[in-house]
């Protein structure tokens, strides 16, 4: 079973106190959902019209799990908090087997 991956690309930080709210809540409910952070911000290189701003990628053991990952009442509690604080591009992708 092909694993799944969540992307997030942040285009703009307006609020970084809500940011740091997001970051305290999202952590424990994505690692409880099975999540496995493998990069949050750090060094950046874009190329292709990409964007050189904060990327977050997690890996899940399924497209399932990653969804089930983002539903969730804990995860919802993150976004919340995050609210308007930030702009960003949040995908779930599936991974190759």
Do not use: C
């Not at 992307?7 to 106190?17: A, E, G, K, L, T």
């Not at 493998?38 to 019209?49: I, K, M, Q, S």
């Amino acid at each position: 079973m092909p694993k799944a991956y969540w992307v997030s690309v942040y285009r703009s930080i307006s609020d970084p106190d809500k940011l740091s709210a997001y970051n305290q809540l999202a952590a424990p409910a994505v690692k409880a959902a099975g999540g496995r952070t493998f990069v949050r911000g750090g060094r950046v290189e874009a190329y292709d019209a990409g964007i050189a701003e904060r990327t977050i990628l997690v890996e899940f053991d399924s497209f399932e799990q990653a969804v089930a990952a983002r539903e969730s009442e804990a995860y919802r509690e993150a976004l919340t908090a995050l609210s308007d604080g930030v702009e960003r591009d949040f995908r779930i992708v599936e991974g190759i087997d």
